[in-house]
Nanobody, 124 residues
């Protein structure tokens, strides 16, 4: 069992930055691929970014490429999402998720564990 707890959300003006963190329980964090997803009001959940078990491979949605950076610290069992140049369209609840294998994926259905989410609101 893996428990995930997100933090770092908040209210920021357009053009600003936020750094989300996701603390994971358990000894197997370093074996699992991780991802960030988001759900905006009235919209379906969408993929944001993913990272493989070691951090050597990362993947991004086109909408955030060049602005967001996913990273992980396996020694601290923590996943990060650095978000720069934020836009009002980035407003959503952001979720971290864990797979049970090492390879990352953009399909949320392939993730077994989910956090409760953290709200990010970008004002114009």
């Amino acid at each position: 069992q893996v428990q995930l707890v997100e933090s770092g959300g908040g209210l920021v003006q357009a053009g600003g930055s936020l750094r989300l963190s996701c603390a994971a329980s358990g000894r197997t964090f370093s074996m699992y691929a991780m991802g960030w997803f988001r759900r905006a009001p009235g919209k379906e959940r969408e993929f944001v970014a993913a990272i493989n078990f070691s951090g050597s491979s990362t993947y991004y949605a086109d909408s955030v490429k060049g602005r967001f950076t996913i990273s992980r610290d396996n020694a601290k069992n923590t996943l990060y999402l650095q978000m720069n140049s934020l836009k009002p369209d980035d407003t959503a609840v952001y979720y971290c998720a864990a797979r049970t294998i090492s390879r990352a994926d953009s399909d949320g259905a392939r993730y077994a564990y989910w956090g409760q989410g953290t709200q990010v609101t970008v004002s114009s």
